[in-house]
């Protein structure tokens, strides 16, 4: 597998929440296809709401494997009679990182355009952070012509640069969170291939994570799985977050999140597999798919695994590429641990 070109048509790839239509899901449904080439029974399809699903293998229980292929962005609030475009954050972008920075504009046709902000010459502090509303979109054209190219509502991304190799293993792009798990959903099929199991697996890119969970809402309801399993990034540790978790080892939540016996099936995966990990302790809803799943239908027993990320919700995140295979690497592990005793293990004495 050639890890960083997959993740570099992942992360490229345009799909703010709400518009995953844009790119993404196309992209996604593309790569779910090339690697479901091999087994038998498999299924590529979306559904109406735009979730992208991969099923193979038969026998035993259902489990539905989740990552979410949305990604934060900015949409178009106003266009000034200059030509400049107002923006609004869609799904949390954190303003601070903007100026200056290059983005693409979805208008009528894709438009480049640069971030610009007051000068701090005629700013009344120079040490102020800028908000959303103070900063413009510069696309280089007079009103006329914006306003035939662009509508209020069209989504603005990060430009996408491409994934960048650092030192050490370490990889650096746009839309990490979440196109890197869909990854790692490809990682547990390419193991998958090697492996007997007896189990029907459901892998979905889902929808919407990063404002509504419509996504993992309607496809949870719809697979109606006995099983699943969430993957999402949770925070690196860095210098300026040194509270976040090694970058080299994986975490599995626990909480009311996540059902017990979910997470002792996880772990017993990780250590049989030899997959370093660490515990996250989740004491409420974990702001994942999880928090949707759990609650789908009758109740779903759900587990979270995440790789930590560092710079999340910039143009910059940065992962580890060994730790987030581990994450495909272990839902593989996990699925082939399975046997005809699944409903016990999952029963709660």
């Known amino acids: 597998m050639e890890s960083v070109k997959i993740l570099d048509r992942l992360a490229k790839a345009p799909g703010v929440t709400g518009f995953e239509h844009a790119g993404i899901r196309d992209t996604v449904r593309e790569l779910f296809t090339e690697f479901t080439a091999g087994f038998d029974n498999a299924e590529v399809y979306s559904d109406v709401n735009g979730n992208v699903y991969a099923e193979v293998g038969e026998g035993g229980p259902k489990i539905l ?3 979410h292929m949305d990604e934060i962005g900015m949409a178009v609030s106003k266009i000034e009679k200059n ?5 609004v954050s869609v799904a949390g972008v954190d303003p601070r990182v903007l100026p200056g920075g290059e983005v693409l504009v979805y208008g009528r046709e894709t438009l480049r355009g640069i971030v610009g902000a007051t000068p701090p010459h005629l700013t009344a502090s120079k040490d102020k952070a800028y908000k959303m ?4 979109v510069d696309v280089g054209l007079p009103y006329d012509k914006v306003v035939s190219l662009v509508s209020v509502g069209d989504r603005i991304t990060f430009m996408p640069e491409g994934v960048l190799e650092l030192k050490n293993g370490f990889v650096s792009s746009k839309s990490l969170d979440d ?3 869909v990854f790692a959903e490809l990682v547990c099929l390419e193991a998958l291939k090697k492996r007997r199991f007896s189990a029907r697996v459901v892998l ?4 919407n994570e990063e404002k509504t969970g419509l996504g993992a809402r309607t496809a949870s309801y719809s697979v109606k799985p006995d099983m699943g399993i969430v993957m999402d990034v949770t925070f690196g540790k860095a210098s300026n977050t040194p509270d976040g978790f090694d970058m080299d080892k994986l975490t599995l939540a626990v909480g009311p999140n996540i059902h017990p016996k979910m997470f002792e099936m996880l772990k017993a995966a990780a250590d049989g597999g030899k997959i370093p990990w660490e515990y996250e302790p ?3 809803a974990t702001g994942t798919d999880a928090t949707d799943m759990q609650i789908s239908g009758l109740g779903i027993p759900c587990g979270l695994i995440s790789p930590p990320l560092r710079y999340m919700h910039t ?3 940065t992962i580890s590429l060994e730790t987030l295979e581990n994450c495909g690497k272990l839902c593989a592990e996990f699925i082939t641990n399975i046997g005809d005793d699944w409903r ?3 029963c709660l004495d």
Do not use: F
Request: a negative charge; glycine letters at 8%; aromatic letters at 0%.
């Open 282 to 284: 989740c004491m409420g």
């Open 344 to 346: 016990d293990k999952l």
């Open 65 to 67: 494997i989740m990552a």
């Open 204 to 207: 979905c890119a889902s929808v």
């Open 179 to 181: 196109r890197a798990l």
């Open 83 to 87: 030509g400049m475009l107002r923006m």
């Open 133 to 136: 509303d103070e900063l413009t």
């Open 315 to 317: 143009n910059a995140e």
